[in-house]
């Protein structure tokens, strides 16, 4: 019986080489689920995910496939050269695999480019047949029609949270110039057909479990979609979290569906709270000045914002930096995120930035979202790294976590979630503390 090993590396620490480690997997992912189902039955899966699993490098398994996400690339390229030493074929796969597949070429021995549902079986089939895999699978998918059910089984012999994955679409419909997602799918936004994904919640139910959620890119993509989709999800009674643009906000019937059919935590992306710089990553459909009031609507609709925010922009200083820290407090987000402007290798600002001779660092590694790698238009790069530091300190102190979590109103009407957005804040302040991005893995 022929056996993989599917690996999900986790990432060094941002300023010291020490792997990050979690006693539980809290957002695990939907890809080895998935892969497992597209698995033909007379094969073995294995998986490991490196976060809460160590890396069984003596595994009898033939292949070796790894897939990572943005900083846990680089030890994933470790691992595949560690694999690849011991005489095994090594495959990857994800976002950063298919934006740079010349930068992981000479670690494996293949590389899938984008979507794995043609092209997985593919490589899979040639294994089997010839012993080898070819150099590059890139078969895009132009529909997500009759996907099996993951295999979640896999997931719950992991310690893992109280939520388990279920994706509806991919892609977004916008185009932002800094976004991996937009190199990938260039503004495609494809939907799987309702009662579909509706198989999917329903096998996480029957699991036991009273959460799910939707690891879409941009949930409110298409309006009507997430309608039916509501609609659907309303009788089954379940709690689920989403992402989406804050644009939601312009929807309030469709906001209170959401909450209706059980929506509690919505992750958005606001960037920025200049105009001027929302433009200039070609996010100009979102209003800056309605910001404040958007986040509002969507907690009086009983939905907590887990936001990201950037800083770095031409269009800030240390002063827009400081007044970002007030807007965070006075708004009372529950659950902020901040990151360095970063301009992503195969990005639109990549180019840009680049064209302009404005990258002061090549060496990938260090694209952590805690440094500057390129030079800032009206603050130095010291000062950015220095001012990030900063925000992260005032915004994760236990004064500012007290007011924002803790005398929130929502905290009061939703004391569980109140409690959970408190330790996320907490998790949050211990990866600041010690010099990485705030993040749940």
């Not at 998935?34 to 809460?52: D, G, K, S």
């Not at 800094?178 to 990938?184: R, T």
């Not at 941009?218 to 989403?242: D, F, H, Q």
Request: glycine share 6%; net charge positive; proline share 6%.
């Amino acid at each position: 019986m022929p056996k993989i090993l599917l690996i999900q590396p986790t990432q060094y620490s941002s300023h010291r080489r020490v792997l990050i480690k979690q006693k539980k997997i809290y957002l695990p992912g939907l890809v080895f689920p998935l892969l497992a189902a597209l698995t033909p039955p007379h094969w073995e899966v294995e998986t490991a995910i490196e976060v809460v699993d160590e890396i069984n490098f003596d595994t009898d398994a033939q292949l070796i496939g790894i897939g990572a996400m943005g900083h846990a690339t680089f030890r994933g390229l470790e691992i595949a050269d560690e694999f690849k030493r011991r005489g095994k074929t090594v495959f990857f796969g994800g976002y950063m695999a298919s934006i740079l597949p010349e930068y992981v070429k000479g670690h494996a021995d293949g590389v899938i480019i984008g979507d794995a549902e043609i092209a997985y079986p593919k490589l899979l089939h040639d294994f089997e047949t010839t012993g080898k895999i070819e150099k590059v699978y890139h078969y895009p998918v132009e529909h997500l029609d009759n996907l099996p059910v993951p295999k979640y089984e896999l997931l719950l012999k992991k310690r893992i949270g109280f939520m388990l994955p279920v994706q509806a679409a991919r892609g977004c419909p916008h185009s932002c110039n800094f976004c991996s997602i937009a190199c990938i799918y260039d503004g495609k936004h494809i939907s799987r057909p309702v009662e579909e994904v509706m198989n999917d919640i329903k096998r996480v139910k029957e699991l036991g479990y009273k959460m799910f959620y939707l690891i879409d890119d941009n949930l409110v993509g298409n309006p009507e979609y997430l309608e039916a989709l509501c609609t659907r999800i309303k009788p089954l009674r379940m709690k689920w979290a989403s992402q989406c643009t804050i644009n939601i906000a312009k929807h309030p019937e469709l906001l209170k569906l959401a909450y209706d059919s059980g929506c509690r935590i919505l992750s958005i992306g606001i960037e920025s709270l200049s105009q001027e710089a929302l433009d200039s990553m070609n996010k100009g459909w979102v209003s800056a000045r309605e910001t404040g009031q958007m986040l509002k609507q969507i907690m009086r609709a009983g939905i907590m914002p887990s936001t990201e925010m950037i800083i770095g922009t031409d269009f800030d200083t240390a002063d827009s930096i400081r007044d970002l820290r007030k807007f965070v407090d006075q708004v009372k987000i529950p659950i902020p995120r901040f990151y360095i402007l970063t301009p992503i290798p195969g990005t639109e600002l990549h180019k840009e930035y680049s064209d302009a001779g404005r990258i002061t660092v090549n060496d990938f590694s260090r694209y952590n979202v805690t440094s500057s790698v390129f030079t800032p238009a009206n603050i130095s790069s010291e000062q950015l790294e220095e001012m990030y530091r900063w925000l992260n300190r005032k915004i994760f102190s236990i004064p500012s976590i007290l007011r924002r979590v803790v005398f929130n109103p929502y905290f009061f009407r939703r004391p569980l979630l109140g409690l959970f957005a408190l330790g996320v804040n907490l998790q949050y302040r211990a990866f600041v503390k010690r010099g990485d991005a705030p993040n749940i893995l």
